[in-house]
C-alpha cells in the first residue's frame, strides 16, 4: 500500500516537473541567446542595412557618419549618431535634413539571417529642410517606398476599401521625436520654423491607421497639434479619410472631425470649430495677408463643411466676433485657371459696424507687425466676393441703422459695399461704397436719405446749431481720387441735394434779420434775435469742391418770408461767404453773410441810385 502510494504522488507531480523543466530550459535558452546575440549579429550589417532602409524609404541618399552600437536587454536596439540626408548621392549635393541621433527595433531572428528589419524609431534632433522650388515642386521628392505607395493608390481606379491591400506592408511601429525641427521655405523666400518638437507618430503598419501627436514653438509660439486618420495613406494620396484634428495654442484653437482629401480642393466634409482672441497677432504670427484682422477680436466660427464639386460650403455656420454674432451660410468656390475663389452666401448679425466694414475693404496701406510688411487687398489678391449680410443694427459713425440689409461684391476691377435698405431715425437709408482698381485707383461714395427725422440725426451727429426739427431727405453722390483711408478732405469731390418740409430752425429770426436789413449797415445773427423759425418748405443744392461746399442755390420758405443763399461753405473752418435774398412780399433786401458759424456777420447791400449831374452834357 505504501509503495502503491508512493508511485500515486509521483504521478501527480510529474507535469509540474515537466512543465519547470520546460521553463528552465526556456530561460537558459534565452540568456544563452541574449548572451551569444552580439557575437552572431554584425553591427556593420545592422548598419548598412539601416542606411539602405531610410534611403528605400525616402527615396534619397543617406550617409551616416557615426558607429551603431547594439544592446539586446531588455528587447534588440540598435543607435547610429550623425545621420545626413542629401537630395542626391554625391559629396555637393544639398542636405535635405540631419538626425543627431536614431534608434529603432529590430528582430534577432531576422537579423541572424541577414535581414533585419526595424520598427519602433526614435529620433533625437532631426533638423528638416521643406523647400518649394521655382516650379511649385518640393526638394523632398517622392522616390521612396512611400512615395510610390502614394503615387499608385492616386493612380488606381479601383475603389479602395478601408483596409488597404497592399504589394508590402511594412511594420512601422511608433515614431517618437525628441526636440525637432521643420523649416519650410515658400518659393518666394518667406519661411516659418516650428523648432523644439516633441511627440510621437503611431503607425502600426503602412495600411492602418496613424494617429501624430505633437508639441512644438512655432514663430515663437507654444502649439499643439493631435491628428489621428483612418485611411492615412488615402489621405496623403488623395483619396480621403475620416481625420479628427485638434490644434490648440495662445493664438488660435481650431478643432475638425469628418472626412478630408488633401488634394482634391482640399476636400472637407465634417464639424469645424476656430477660436482666435486676437486675429491681428494671429496673422502676424502666421504671416498671412489679411487686413482685416487688424479690427477682429475674439474670433470664433462653427460650421458643418460639405464639399461639392470645387464649392466648399459652410453650412450651419455661426460666426462671432467684436461682441456681435452672425449665422447663416457661405460658399467659397476654389479657384480655376479661368477664375479666383470667390465667397458668396448670407449671414444675419445682431449688430455689425459699416464704417470698420469699410474701412476693411478700402484699406490700402496696412502693416503686419514690426517689419512693415505691405498687405494685399481684396482686389490683389483676386477673391471674389458676393455676400449679403443683414443686421438688427449697423453702427455707420455716431448713427445706428435699424434691420440693414447689406451687400458686399468684389470682383478684379472694384469692390462694393452696399446698403441695399435700412431704417433710419423713422425713415430709411441706402447707400454705396465702391473701390475702384481700373481704371485707376479710386473710391465712389452714394448716400440717399428719406424722410428721416432731423431732431434726432442732430442729436446723433451732435449737431448743436442750426438746430433743425422736421422731416427731411438728403442725396449726396461724392468721388475721392485715392482710398478711403488715404484720402483728406481736398480730395473730395461730389454734389448734394437736401429737402425738408413742416420744420423748424432753431437761431434764425427772420422778423428780426429783415428789421435790422431795413437800417443798420451791419449786424451779427445773434443780434437779430435768437428766436426760432417755422418753415414749411427747405431744401439745398450744391457741390462738394475739397474742403468746401458750393452751394449752387438753397431757400426757404416761412410764410411771409423767403430766404434764398448762395455761395461758398468752407465747412471745416466753420466759415460762410454767401449772397442772400430776404423778402416778405412788401420788402426785399440783398445780404452778404460772412464770417464763422454760428455767429455769422450780415452786411444789408443798399443800392443807392445816382442822381444825374446836369452841369454835365
Known amino acids: 500500500m505504501k509503495t502503491q502510494s508512493m508511485y500515486q504522488n509521483l504521478l501527480r507531480t510529474m507535469p509540474v516537473r515537466i512543465a519547470l523543466a520546460a521553463v528552465g530550459l526556456v530561460l537558459v535558452l534565452l540568456v544563452l541567446f541574449r548572451l551569444l546575440s552580439p557575437l552572431l ?10 542606411e539602405s532602409a531610410v534611403e528605400e524609404w525616402l527615396g534619397h541618399d543617406v550617409v551616416i557618419r557615426g558607429t551603431p552600437s547594439l544592446s539586446f536587454w531588455p528587447r534588440p536596439v540598435v543607435k547610429i549618431d550623425d545621420i545626413a540626408i542629401r537630395q542626391e548621392d554625391r559629396p555637393d549635393a544639398p542636405i535635405l535634413g540631419h538626425v543627431t541621433s536614431l534608434s529603432a527595433r529590430f528582430s534577432i531572428w531576422e537579423a541572424l539571417r541577414g535581414t533585419p528589419v526595424f520598427q519602433d524609431f526614435t529620433l533625437t534632433e532631426p533638423q528638416v529642410l521643406l523647400r518649394q522650388n521655382q516650379d511649385g515642386s518640393l526638394n523632398w521628392s517622392s522616390d521612396g517606398v512611400l512615395g510610390q505607395t502614394l503615387h499608385r493608390i492616386g493612380q488606381s481606379q479601383s475603389a479602395v476599401d478601408s483596409q488597404l491591400q497592399l504589394e508590402r506592408d511594412p511594420v512601422i511601429g ?12 515658400d518659393r518666394t523666400g518667406r519661411s516659418i520654423l516650428i523648432d523644439k518638437i516633441e511627440g510621437s507618430l503611431d503607425w502600426p503598419r503602412l495600411s492602418r491607421s496613424a494617429r501624430l501627436r505633437i508639441e512644438a514653438i512655432a514663430n515663437n509660439e507654444p502649439v499643439s497639434l493631435d491628428v489621428s486618420a483612418v485611411n492615412p495613406l488615402l489621405l496623403l494620396a488623395g483619396r480621403g479619410s475620416e481625420v479628427d484634428a485638434t490644434l490648440q495654442s495662445p493664438l488660435v484653437t481650431a478643432s475638425f ?3 478630408a482629401d488633401l488634394q482634391r480642393y482640399a476636400f472637407m466634409s465634417g464639424d469645424l470649430k476656430i477660436s482666435v482672441p486676437k486675429v491681428a497677432e494671429a496673422v502676424t504670427w502666421g504671416n498671412i495677408p489679411v487686413h482685416i484682422a487688424d479690427r477682429l477680436t475674439n474670433l470664433s466660427l462653427t460650421a458643418k463643411l460639405l464639399t461639392i464639386g470645387n464649392v466648399l460650403r459652410f453650412d450651419q455656420l455661426s460666426v462671432a466676433a467684436n461682441g456681435t454674432k452672425g449665422t447663416g451660410v457661405m460658399d467659397l468656390a476654389m479657384a480655376t ?37 505691405k498687405r494685399a487687398t481684396l482686389l490683389e489678391r483676386q477673391i471674389g466676393l458676393d455676400v ?26 472694384q469692390t462694393q459695399i452696399e446698403v441695399l435698405d435700412s431704417d433710419l431715425f423713422k425713415g430709411s437709408l441706402t447707400g454705396e461704397l465702391t473701390l475702384l482698381q481700373v481704371p485707376e485707383l479710386s473710391t465712389k461714395l452714394r448716400i440717399a436719405a428719406k424722410d428721416v427725422d432731423l431732431a434726432s440725426l442732430g442729436k446723433a451727429l451732435a449737431w448743436s446749431s442750426p438746430s433743425i426739427t422736421g422731416t427731411g431727405s438728403l442725396q449726396a453722390r461724392m468721388k475721392l481720387s485715392k482710398t478711403l483711408l488715404q484720402a483728406s478732405s481736398n480730395d473730395v469731390t461730389g454734389d448734394f441735394r437736401f429737402q425738408a418740409k413742416a420744420g423748424n430752425i432753431g437761431g434764425l429770426d427772420l422778423s428780426g434779420l429783415m428789421t435790422l436789413a431795413d437800417g443798420a449797415s451791419y449786424f451779427s445773427l445773434q443780434q437779430a434775435g435768437q428766436s426760432s423759425t417755422s418753415f414749411e418748405t427747405l431744401e439745398a443744392a450744391g457741390r462738394i469742391n475739397g474742403s468746401s461746399a458750393e452751394l449752387n442755390s438753397a431757400f426757404m420758405v416761412a410764410a411771409p418770408y423767403r430766404l434764398t443763399l448762395a455761395g461758398v461753405i468752407p465747412y471745416e473752418s466753420r466759415s460762410l461767404s454767401l449772397s442772400a435774398t430776404i423778402e416778405d412780399g412788401t420788402r426785399s433786401h440783398r445780404l452778404f453773410i460772412g464770417g464763422a458759424w454760428p455767429n455769422p456777420v450780415i452786411w444789408p447791400i443798399h443800392e443807392q441810385i445816382q442822381t444825374p449831374d446836369p452841369s454835365r452834357p
Open 388 to 413: 449679403r449680410f443683414s443686421a438688427a443694427s449697423a453702427a455707420l459713425g455716431p448713427v445706428t441703422l435699424e434691420n440693414a440689409a447689406v451687400s458686399i461684391v468684389s470682383n478684379a476691377s
Open 174 to 185: 511608433d515614431i517618437s521625436i525628441v526636440s525637432g525641427s521643420l523649416r519650410i521655405e
Open 337 to 373: 485657371p479661368s477664375s479666383p475663389p470667390r465667397l458668396t452666401g448670407t449671414l444675419a448679425f445682431d449688430t455689425i459696424d459699416l464704417a470698420k466694414l469699410g474701412h476693411v475693404i478700402a484699406s490700402e496701406d496696412q502693416t503686419i507687425g514690426s517689419d512693415k510688411t
Open 41 to 50: 549579429v554584425s553591427s556593420d550589417l545592422v548598419r548598412e542595412r539601416m
Open 257 to 259: 472631425r469628418g472626412a
